[in-house]
Nanobody, 125 residues
Framework: QVQLVESGGGLVQAGGSLRLSCAAS????????LGWFRQAPGKERESVAA???????GYADSVKGRFIISRDDAKNTAYLQMNSLKPEDTGVYYC???????????????????WGQGTQVTVSS
């Protein structure tokens, strides 16, 4: 069974940066697509970014140019570097793993097989 644990969330002022980590255990995820999603209070979960086993990436329009997704397969960990944060980036951030190696429809939550418990990100104005 795969377990995903997010960390790195917190409170930051607008314009600041945070780096989220997603550590996996139970299985090596080097052949998985790894994704990040977020959910703001009262809103549906939305896709943020994803990275395939080969390093291909996908980003939501709202975060392009500000967020960078990466992975370190030696550490079985995915990262989300978030820069120029805005109050609308506030929410619980979840990482997810998909057995499919290619990005495909990376933005669809139903595609993913495993999920973390989430980490809170709050951006103050």
């Amino acid at each position: 069974q795969v377990q995903l644990v997010e960390s790195g969330g917190g409170l930051v002022q607008a314009g600041g940066s945070l780096r989220l980590s997603c550590a996996a255990s139970g299985r090596t995820l080097s052949s998985y697509t790894l994704g990040w999603f977020r959910q703001a209070p009262g809103k549906e979960r939305e896709s943020v970014a994803a990275i395939s086993w080969s390093g291909n990436t996908g980003y939501a329009d709202s975060v392009k140019g500000r967020f960078i997704i990466s992975r370190d397969d030696a550490k079985n960990t995915a990262y989300l570097q978030m820069n120029s944060l805005k109050p609308e980036d506030t929410g619980v951030y979840y990482c997810a793993a998909d057995r499919a190696a290619v990005l495909g429809i990376w933005y669809m939550a139903t595609k993913y097989d495993y999920w973390g418990q989430g980490t809170q990100v709050t951006v103050s104005s």
